[in-house]
Nanobody
């Protein structure tokens, strides 16, 4: 059973940066695509970034050019580097595999103040 544990969130001022980590129990090498999602208050969860096993990435328009997703298959960890943060990035961030959808972790809260 794959378990997902997100960390690295916090309170940051607009324009600041955070780096999120997602530790995956078990090997992620076999998981073709990993992604980061976020859910803002009162909104549906949305996929903001994804990365294939070979490192091909794709981003939602709202974060393109500001967020960078990466994965370390040896460490079974997925990262999300978030730069130039905006108040509208405030949300709880989760990782998961878009084409497998394992049980959701608790997420990590990101709050961006203006």
């Amino acid at each position: 059973q794959v378990q997902l544990v997100e960390s690295g969130g916090g309170l940051v001022q607009a324009g600041g940066s955070l780096r999120l980590s997602c530790a995956v129990s078990g090997s992620i090498f076999s998981i073709t695509v990993m992604g980061w999602y976020r859910q803002a208050p009162g909104k549906q969860r949305e996929l903001v970034a994804q990365i294939t096993r070979s490192g091909v990435t794709n981003y939602a328009d709202s974060v393109k050019g500001r967020f960078t997703i990466s994965r370390d298959n040896a460490k079974n960890t997925v990262y999300l580097q978030m730069n130039s943060l905006k108040p509208e990035d405030t949300a709880v961030y989760y990782c998961n595999a878009p084409y497998s959808l394992y049980s959701w972790g608790r997420g990590t809260r990101v709050t961006v103040s203006s």
